[in-house]
């Protein structure tokens, strides 16, 4: 009996018998423990729950864009003034040092004044998420198929709210 297990061409057949019966175990275990069909069923019924939206065009649409624009130019100018008068006894690398510093001030400025008009975005999102029993919102350009696109109905109601 040893000796037949020995034997190479046994042993790959052994071998091919255990791993075509795992195999044929595991798809048998992932068919009825996660519910093949099932999870094709709850898919199809809650992609009614899902919501697109297009973000970038939401946020270039934004009626309050205009302001966060003339606001960044402003603050560009200025500290381009104050780069320009300050660093004039300044050796390269003090140029280089007080130019990032600025750079942060003014990333920092952006932040400030565009935090305002995406909480607005976000929370028109919601609203008109919840108005249309959507249980998720996500950017349309991760989504590859289905969900409600609510691009222009959130951007109407950020165009009405200003009004």
């Given amino acids: 009996m040893m000796e037949k297990l020995r034997n190479p061409k046994n042993v790959k057949t052994i071998s091919l018998v255990i791993a075509a019966i795992f195999v ?8 009825s423990a996660g519910g093949f069909g099932n999870s094709i069923a709850s898919a199809a019924a809650s992609e009614s729950a899902i919501g697109v939206v297009n973000y970038q065009v939401l946020v270039s649409q934004s009626p309050r864009l205009d302001s966060v624009r003339e606001e960044m130019q402003a603050a560009i100018n ?4 104050e780069f320009d008068s300050k660093s004039q006894n300044m050796n390269d690398e003090e140029k280089e040092r007080y130019y990032k510093q600025l750079q942060e001030r003014l990333g920092n400025k952006e932040k400030e ?11 028109t999102v919601k609203k008109i998420a919840e108005k249309k029993g ?14 409600t696109d609510i691009t222009d109905e959130v951007a109407k109601a950020l165009q009405s709210a200003k009004k």
Avoid: Q, W
């Fill in 24 to 31: 044929i175990g595991c798809f048998t275990l992932a068919m």
């Fill in 78 to 81: 200025e500290t381009r003034r």
């Fill in 113 to 123: 004044l565009m935090d305002p008009v995406l909480n607005e975005i976000n929370d």
């Fill in 134 to 147: 959507l249980k998720v919102v996500v950017d349309k350009s991760t989504v590859v198929y289905g969900g």
